[in-house]
């Protein structure tokens, strides 16, 4: 079972409880990463900025290190925010003096 964002953006906190932690901006349509303590996981599900999902990716990632699937799942948001970009959209070009 996975969480994915229903609201605009939600802030989570990624660490263990005893140790740092590390706050992430996630966006409408984002999977929720592991390491997102379960009581804040509740709390944002009841105040509707979270939806538990079923997620098949888990499953057959389970056999992936965590690395391996970070890579993938970065791999994977890249390529979609590719295809969200405008056809033909260019870097701004540098001014010159």
Known sequence: MGHVVTRNAVKVSIGAAAGNKVASLLRRGDIV???VAEEQLADLVERGFLEEVETGEAESDAGESG???EAKAAAEK???DAKKAPAGA???AAKQS
Do not use: L, S
Request: glycine share 8%; net charge negative.
């Open 67 to 69: 690395e391996d699937a």
């Open 78 to 80: 890249a390529e979609a």
């Open 90 to 92: 260019k870097a701004p």
């Open 33 to 35: 990463p592991e390491g």
